[in-house]
C-alpha cells in the first residue's frame, strides 16, 4: 500500500518529510485525506525518528489507505529502513 525512501542527514535539526501521490491515486479530497492521515502518523513517532529525509508515497488508490493499516505500514517501513527507535514502544 505505501512505499517509503529515507536518506539520513544528522544535519538536519529534525526529520523532513514529503509525501508523492499522483493524481491517479484518486481525487484531490482523497489524496489531502491520505496526506492528512499520514501527517498525524509521523507526528505521533516523531520523538523516535532518526533526522532525515523522508519520501512516502502510496502505491494503492487514496481511497482504500485508512488509518490504521496506514499507520502499521509506515511504521514497518520506518522500522526496516532502521529509521526508528525501535527500543520505545511504537505501537503499529
Known sequence: MLWMTFAADRSLGRPRVA?????????????????????????????DLAPGRYLVGVRAPASAVT???????????LRAAEALDSSRDSRP
Do not use: C, H, I
Open 19 to 47: 509525501f508523492a501521490l499522483s493524481r491517479r491515486r484518486g481525487t484531490a479530497v482523497e489524496r489531502n485525506r491520505v496526506r492528512r492521515r499520514l501527517r498525524a502518523v509521523f507526528r505521533e513517532v516523531a520523538a
Open 67 to 77: 488509518y490504521r493499516p496506514a499507520r502499521a505500514e509506515l511504521v514497518r517501513l
